[in-house]
């Protein structure tokens, strides 16, 4: 199932230079990217070449040295600190190569914890995380913590937790990048599923070239911009 069509992020001419000795190293100079809901796009490339920097502008997690990101019809970095922080978690979500579960806490409470910084009350936090570990398939392990969780798992949980606040995009750095094959295909399996059942938006940088195959786009940094 496909849905309509509409923007949900451009990005115009982004740069990033990082100050360096002798040199500055320019990692992005020039990046533009334009993202549909309902598109899984895939960003691959050499190892160092920025893949990770221009998924952190993206989501603001690092400011752009130049340059613009337009996420649900706001320049990002017009935006000051506070504000920029409460976009971030409404409308992003996160999911990275490591999970960064917190391991003193359940799978549950893990994908608790954004909605609860949003200051949702934690019984409709509890609810939404329960439907989410059940929509991701590890429902029954809810009360499990990281520890005793496999890596296939632990990932599937982080796509839960990056779910939890419904942001109208999903940013995925190396997501199966330490699952082995088999994990792999059911992380890849989950995300197209939730793109075609909830319409979810995800960029995803990866080596992985079964997941780039699959994608909608396949889009390769080079140089410092797409190609």
């Known amino acids: 199932m496909r849905f309509v069509m509409s923007e949900v992020l451009r990005a115009v001419d982004l740069t990033k230079v990082f100050a360096g000795v002798p040199d500055a190293i320019r990692v992005l100079t020039g990046v533009n990217l334009c993202v549909e809901r309902g598109e899984i796009v895939a960003v691959v490339g050499a190892s160092g070449v920025g893949k990770s920097t221009l998924l952190h502008i993206l989501g603001a997690l690092d400011r752009p040295t130049s340059g613009t990101v337009i996420l649900d019809s706001k320049d990002l970095f017009q ?108 992380l890849h399996d989950l995300i197209w599923d939730l793109r075609d059942r909830k319409e979810r938006t995800f960029v995803v940088a990866t080596h992985d070239l079964e997941l780039a195959g699959r994608a909608d786009r396949l889009l390769t940094l080079a140089d410092g911009s797409l190609h």
Request: no cysteine; proline share 4%; net charge positive.
């Open 79 to 186: 935006k000051n600190g506070t504000d920029l922080a409460d976009i971030r978690s409404r409308s992003v979500g996160f999911v990275f190569q490591f999970h960064y579960l917190l391991r003193e806490f359940t799978a549950l409470e893990n994908v608790m914890i954004p909605a609860l910084i949003r200051g949702v009350d934690r019984r409709s936090a509890a609810e939404k995380g329960e439907g989410l570990l059940r929509e991701v398939g590890v429902w029954a392990r809810r009360h499990h913590r990281p520890m005793k969780l496999s890596g296939g798992e632990q990932q599937r949980v982080a796509v839960a937790r990056a779910l939890v606040n419904d942001p109208d995009i999903v940013l995925a750095d190396e997501p199966s990048g330490n699952l082995d094959r088999a994990h792999s295909k059911n």
